[in-house]
DNA sequence: TCTCACTTGAGAGCTACTCTCAAAATATGA
DNA sequence: TCATATTTTGAGAGTAGCTCTCAAGTGAGA
């Protein structure tokens, strides 16, 4: 596992204290983010373009140099704002990196699946196409997240730590569809429990350099819990 | 929730940048630490003495504070050593908080289990030993530490981020157990969902004033599990 | 008692992150 | 088209967690 050599990245930094930025290509906006919105301002539509600048640097930078060596400063400086804005728009480090807008659609998928499905087979079906549909947009930055997810404690950290978010997500939804409580213990203790599990088979897959299908691992984790774990 | 009030930290810490310390009692050297060790020398006893002392004046100072108006520099103070020594002791901030010892009494525990036990009811057993002997060591530890967990968002992400360790350690033995590989995906899978299940129970616990039986709500998680989650 | 290894404190330094304030850009209404 | 109100931005100062180095202090063993 190639880490940051520290020794290097500081007598890098010191000695350009902003990176050598190579300023960047006007981004353009993605339909899949505008899709169904109704005409997006001049100010939304900059906000969106900052947005995806700050992130395109980053993910240029960490590949260039590794995460921890790459500083906010250079970020901002790459992306052509002032620190304060990158901060504006994103509320840690980790963030740039992992934040994205899928748990609403997941939560609207899920809300759409028949009534009466058991509740395993409807995360699987939400799991399964939110993996697929990110996937087809963008594989290359699937796997490079999931490279850095195993290579970097603090963005695992994160991760882990957006998964309560999510797991609070779904799981009233699920409770909703069950007849149960919106805080009922085993509802809950089944959400983030499979979403943990995803998360580390996605870790796994990642370990081993993204060569097994995705996709069917997932299901082998689903599998495994409808099973009730007999090993 | 009543959680931090920022202002309020702010002024007080600039009024007065170390905390008005209690010097606080020699701390003694709990038996349960030391049991079957084989004679500590000065050298070693004073080390653990430290440790106790920064953990002791870190509880009583986030009692009386928060944890985030907290300083490591009030916590060096109040435990008298210098900041340099309590990052000796400790890599961050949270381990001070959230450090213990449980781990590898775990998997020795785990290893003890008969052959042919279902892997679900060996880390049952693992856990409600870990947790009862908790309890009966010191209760009120357990309790804040767990209130400390439901309020303090950067210790939740330490623990989640933890217990990745803990699942390394504890998917060995039990794969070795069942015949499978040690790196095998269903093993790694079971165990942190196990793992994540438990932490959602316990804050589950905490965010009911700790009122309900603990153990209780550990055991029907894990009869969860062996359902096949069939809500 | 002398020496060696370990532990500690002091202090400088880095970076993530917060806050404030004034300037720039954009939206809005006449 | 211009003037005004609202957002967004950059500059800069400040806090705190954390790392590293180095010299001084302290327990262990001969």
Sequence with gaps: MPDNDPMAARSKTSASPAAPAAPAAEPSVP????????????????????????????????????????????????????????????????????????????????????????????????????????????YEELEQRTRLLVEVPALRARMLDSMTETTRLLAEPLAIRVGRAADDLEIRVFTAAFLSALLQTSLWWGERDCQDDLVELLNRTVDLFGSGFRL
Excluded: N
């Design 31 to 138: 339909d899949l983010l505008i899709e169904g919105q109704p005409e997006l301002g001049l100010r939304e539509r900059k906000k969106l373009k900052t947005r995806i600048a700050i992130r395109r640097a980053t993910y240029r930078l960490i590949k260039e140099q590794g995460y921890d060596a790459t500083t906010i400063e250079q970020i901002a400086a790459a992306a052509e704002v002032s620190p304060s804005t990158v901060f504006r728009y994103f509320a840690t480090k980790e963030d740039i990196v992992l934040s994205d807008e899928y748990d609403p659609v997941m939560v609207s998928v899920l809300m759409a699946r028949p009534a009466g499905e058991p509740p395993l087979e409807s995360l699987r079906f939400v799991i399964v196409q939110a993996i697929e549909s990110f996937m087809e947009t963008d």
